[in-house]
């Protein structure tokens, strides 16, 4: 019963995190607006700002949570997250100027670092063989998550563009209350590790793992398909205002519709894929229907036709919980945390990067003057980014009987 309150826990504090987005994701457009002054494009551009200012922190800081929860247990890494993460959004709601908001990222990009951490925490529990399905448990709540989040965002901001932060606060603190009752601690003696600070560092993570030849092609992928999946949280409210002139409630059922299909693909769908294709098949599988979405995306004017395209683009998250199994089954047990700290830090380094060429590339062909008008160009660069993902799996993943 303790284990089961504790992965109630865990599942949780990642739909915690992914309301915490979808919550917020509505406004953002407008709230910038708000605080900055000037037009969509210009608020598509503070927005990679502040989303590249976010996946920083969670670079610097995934491979030292990581590290971290190895040496000291998983428990208070998350318990201690949970708290700074409630005071951050408190600050959020009170910001008056777009430093403050990027203040509040930073810490905000801290406190989310703590993914991998609860990814190990899963692994910690997990059989082998049943490792790619309890990814996909947390893939679902993440999608539960956006289900949620978005609609509670889109209803709050009929109360103003900061009501949303105000939930996530409460929601915050409310499971780190939680988690201090039930939480127990998966690192025993056995798998605890010695805390050392060059470790901790995230180009030093990746360099730990480059001995295992299996790793380094497949965190490439790995890199590229985060890459090409952060142009929906980078310009998805932007692109929705633009090319439909969706509202912010439009813009969270959208979200919803997403985080929903989502749920259902990573919950109910990546067991039987696996079973029935295998794990090499099922990445590719997973790929191949990211790519072909993207390139519908880049051509549609119909925000019918967009909502309708919505659970085809869910489908193709199957791939991402069997490619997190792969790299998993070829890691140590003691390198668990380690191995989620690195991928934590590939995700932010794509969260990095992506964020500022996704809203530049928007800004450039949907601003006033632009020689081409195509707001669905960042989705063509996520496309080829898709490509090389796939790509590169075909290439070194092996075959299955």
Request: hydrophobic content about 55%; overall charge positive; charged content about 10%.
């Amino acid at each position: 019963m303790t284990n089961r309150f504790a992965i109630l826990f865990i599942l949780m504090t990642v739909v915690i995190d992914a309301m915490g987005i979808g919550l917020i994701m509505p406004v953002m457009p407008g709230l910038i607006r708000e605080v900055g002054g000037g037009g969509l494009a210009d608020a598509a551009i503070w927005g990679g700002i502040l989303s590249t200012s976010f996946a920083v922190m969670q670079f610097l800081f995934g491979p030292l949570l990581g590290r971290l929860s190895d040496a000291f247990g998983r428990r208070p890494v998350l318990l201690v997250s949970l708290v700074v993460m409630a005071a951050d959004y408190l600050v959020m709601a009170l910001a008056g100027t777009i430093w403050l908001l990027l203040a509040g990222r930073i810490v905000g990009g801290i406190t989310a670092a703590t993914h991998s951490t609860a990814n190990a925490f899963m692994a910690d529990i997990s059989a082998p063989e049943n490792k790619a399905r309890n990814f996909g448990l947390i893939g679902a709540a993440f999608g539960a998550g956006f289900v949620l989040g978005p609609v509670l965002g889109g209803l709050l901001a009929e109360y103003g563009t900061r009501a949303p932060f105000y939930l996530a606060a409460a929601l915050a603190l409310g499971n780190a209350i939680f988690g201090a009752l039930i939480l127990p601690e998966t690192v025993t003696d056995r798998t605890r590790r010695t805390f050392y600070w060059r470790g901790a560092n995230p180009f030093s993570a990746f360099k730990g793992l480059a001995h295992l030849p299996a790793i380094r092609p497949l965190s490439l992928v790995f890199f590229f398909y985060q890459m090409a999946n952060v142009v929906y949280p980078a310009i998805w409210a932007y692109f929705c205002t633009e090319r439909f002139g969706w509202s912010p409630g439009m813009i969270g059922v959208s979200l919803a519709l997403y985080g929903l299909f989502m749920a259902a693909a990573q919950g109910m769908l990546v067991a039987p894929a696996i079973r029935r294709f295998g794990e090499t098949r099922t990445v590719l599988i997973g790929l191949s229907i990211e790519c072909a979405t993207l390139l519908i995306l880049v051509f549609l004017s119909s925000g019918t036709v967009t909502l309708a395209l919505i659970p085809v683009i869910c489908l193709g998250a199957v791939g991402l919980p069997a490619l997190q199994g792969i790299l998993s089954r070829a890691t140590p047990d003691d390198s668990q945390g380690e191995l989620q700290g690195v991928l934590s830090s590939v995700t932010s380094v794509a969260m990095i990067a992506g964020p500022i060429v996704m809203t530049q590339i928007f800004a450039m062909f949907t601003r006033d003057g632009a020689a081409l008008y195509l707001p669905g160009a960042p989705f063509l660069l996520a496309a080829v980014m898709m490509a090389l993902a796939l790509m590169i799996f075909a290439r070194v993943a092996r075959p299955e009987n």
